[in-house]
Each structure stands twice: as structure tokens, then as C-alpha cells.
């Protein structure tokens, strides 16, 4: 099976995804600069073998505030992506084909594809800075609101068995701090999808704090769509149940 063939030729422990063994999850040591793991996925097709991202890695910087819609980061990202063999798809996915006899090869080129962005990201400290202030905003409004300090960065898994990162548990409650961006609320719920479709965590409690602070109405559309699998508040609302004074920026 190709769960067994690639545990063998990579050493790193693989898990299939699906009844037929075609798709395999590879646990790779990688990591986000905030320390989420990078995932590899692996789809076999007669004999070709396809690395792909499940569009994590798009996902991933737009939750970290990093606008993607810039001509000159999608010239990078895709300069990035053709210099070791891979591709951006219309999806949004990071993908590299290769023969079953190349995986070894396949593996190592398309994961230098990730580290290279990895890099990038690292290098754009700046861009995040936004969303870093704006999470360090919540923590403070949720402190002044449950009278309790909320505990940073807890990390639970999803059934794909990928582990995520929240911003905060208040007090048993997962928190999310994100921006009103299509590309953020889109990461985030990716990233519920992922974790309430296990068993385990159906009765996981989740809160998403969006900062509708500058565009109310991109706030509200989106808050639509999350509210679907999360409870949402917005900037606004958090700010008064802290009893602090709200403005628009």
C-alpha cells in the first residue's frame, strides 16, 4: 500500500485518508513560522504520485494577515513553486507530480517548495504585524470581559489528523482572532471544518472574534458564513463587553 511504500523510502510516519489507500497524509517535522505544522499530502494515480498541500499553505498566510492578492506576491509564490517542479492550482493548492519510481526525489523537491515560502514568510514579519496586534487586542478584551486570563496557542487536532493552533482557550472555549478578509474567514474555516469533523471534538466549544472595526459590512457577510460552525463576535461587541470604548478605524 502506499502508506507502507513511502513510511519505508521517507522514514516518517504516514497516515492513509481514505478506504482505498490512495491518499496518504506524510507527518513531516516542518513548521509555519508560528509554529503550525506544514502538512504533505500524497494521491496516487496509476503510476504517477501527486504532493499536495490541500491548500493549507495559502490558507495558513492569509490567516496570518498576508495579503495574497498583490501582483508581485503571486509573481513569488508561483516563481517559487516552478523552480523546484511544482504548481499553484486554480483550487489553491501547492501541487508536484512525479513517477512512483521518483517519489523520493518528488518528496524533497516538493517540500523545498514549502520551506522556500516558509522563508518568505519569515521575511515578511512586517505583514503580520496587523494580525499580531489585533490577537494581542482580543487577549486583552477577553481578559477585561471573563475577568481571567486566557491561555495562549492551544492546539487540538482535526480528522485529517492535522494539528492546529487557536489563538486562545477561555475558559474551555477555542478562540479564533481573525480580520473581515474573505481570505482569512476562509483559513478559519478550513480550520473548523478540520477539527469538529472529529468525533472526539463535536462538543468542542469555538468563538471567532472578527475585526469589524473597518469594513462592518465585509464583517457581517462574513460572519454569516462562520457562524455556521462557530459562535462569532465581532471587535466591536467584545470591546463593550470589556466596558471599554469602541471606534471605527
Not at 12 to 28: A, F, K, S
Not at 51 to 79: E, P, W, Y
Not at 106 to 113: C, D, I, N
Request: aromatic share 6%.
Amino acid at each position: 500500500m502506499l502508506n507502507q511504500q513511502l513510511t519505508t523510502l521517507l522514514g516518517l510516519t504516514c497516515h492513509t485518508l481514505d478506504d482505498e489507500g490512495r491518499i496518504v497524509m506524510i507527518e513531516t517535522p516542518f513548521r509555519f513560522t508560528d509554529e503550525d505544522h506544514i502538512p504533505v499530502f500524497v494521491e496516487a494515480v496509476g503510476n504517477q504520485l501527486r504532493f499536495f498541500d490541500d491548500g493549507v499553505a495559502l490558507m495558513h498566510f492569509a490567516g496570518r494577515g498576508i495579503n495574497l492578492g498583490t501582483a508581485n506576491h503571486q509573481k513569488f509564490l508561483k516563481s517559487a513553486a516552478e523552480s523546484h517542479g511544482a504548481r499553484f492550482t486554480d483550487a489553491g493548492e501547492i501541487e508536484l507530480w512525479t513517477s512512483t519510481a521518483d517519489s523520493a526525489s518528488g518528496f524533497s523537491r516538493y517540500v523545498a517548495t514549502l520551506l522556500e515560502l516558509v522563508r518568505w514568510e519569515h521575511d515578511r514579519k512586517e505583514i503580520s504585524h496587523e494580525a499580531e496586534v489585533f490577537v494581542q487586542e482580543v487577549a486583552l478584551c477577553l481578559a477585561a470581559w471573563k475577568k481571567s486570563t486566557p491561555r495562549p496557542k492551544p492546539k487540538i487536532q482535526g480528522i485529517t489528523g492535522r494539528e492546529y493552533e487557536f489563538d486562545f482557550d477561555m475558559d474551555g472555549t477555542l478562540v479564533l482572532a481573525i480580520s473581515s478578509h474573505h481570505q482569512s474567514t476562509s483559513a478559519a474555516l478550513h480550520k473548523l471544518v478540520d477539527v469538529k469533523g472529529l468525533p472526539a471534538n463535536q462538543a468542542l466549544k469555538t468563538m471567532i472574534v472578527i475585526d469589524d472595526r473597518k469594513d462592518q459590512k465585509a464583517a457581517r457577510s462574513q460572519s454569516l458564513v462562520l457562524s455556521s460552525v462557530s459562535s462569532v463576535i465581532g471587535m466591536h461587541q467584545l470591546q463593550r463587553n470589556a466596558g471599554l470604548p469602541t471606534q471605527v478605524q
